[in-house]
Every structure is written in C-alpha cells, then in structure tokens.
C-alpha cells in the first residue's frame, strides 16, 4: 500500500483542516486506516483510526468532539477532518495503514503533512 497525506497548512487556533491521504497499491477496503502525529521533540503518538469496515473508529482523548476519520472507498482515501485547532495540535500528520483490524502495529506510512496553528 502506497499513502499520500496532503491537507496541512497554517491555520489559526479555532480553525478547521481536512487532511486527506490516498492510498494505492492494495485493496484499499481491507486495511484499516489510521493517522497519528509527531510534534518537535515528541514521539508520534495516535491520533484517530477507521476499520476496514468504516464501522469503528477511535480517537485519542486529545482530540476526541474535535476531529472526525472518515474514509470513500470509491477514491480510496481516508480524510481527517480536524475542527477547533489548537496550538498543541501543531505537528506532521502522518497517515498509515495496516491489514486486519485497528488495533496494533501499522505496516504502512505516507510521508507525513505539516499543520500548524497560530495562537
């Protein structure tokens, strides 16, 4: 699976993005989809995922009432719309994949989309 993250950019804090990550390569309805971030100096952490199924999904308490994961099948790509921006939300956003359910390691990375939130 191939994974092109795009969306990001500057955004003051209360402002909204949709990230978008396209993936290729694989059969696109089998994976579960998930996007986690990494800001200066921290580890990535998770932010959101969708089943395979688009049924469950998970969010980090961090985010949780802010930001949606949603996924087209028809263009094979996953959004994360992101709502109520804060500044410790400013990080690289990365998509990955991984086949079978949501939970644990993801196999497949996108190259990362910067956001950033002025205060």
């Known amino acids: 699976v191939q994974l092109q993250a795009s969306g990001g950019g500057l955004v003051q804090a209360g402002g909204s993005l949709r990230l978008s990550c396209a993936a290729s390569?694989?059969?696109?309805?089998?994976?579960?989809m998930g996007w986690f971030r990494q800001a200066p100096g921290k580890e990535r952490e998770f932010v959101a995922a969708?089943?395979?199924?688009?049924?469950?999904?998970d969010y980090a308490d961090s985010v949780k009432g802010r930001f949606t994961i949603s996924r087209d099948y028809a263009k094979n790509t996953v959004y994360l719309q992101m709502n109520v921006l804060k500044p410790e939300d400013m990080a690289v956003y990365y998509c990955?994949?991984?086949?079978?359910?949501?939970?644990?390691?993801?196999?497949?990375w996108g190259q990362g989309t910067q956001v950033t939130v002025s205060s």
């Open positions: 990955a994949a991984r086949y079978g359910s949501i939970k644990g390691a993801y196999n497949y």
């Open positions: 969708i089943s395979w199924s688009g049924v469950s999904r």
């Open positions: 390569g694989r059969t696109f309805s089998s994976y579960a």
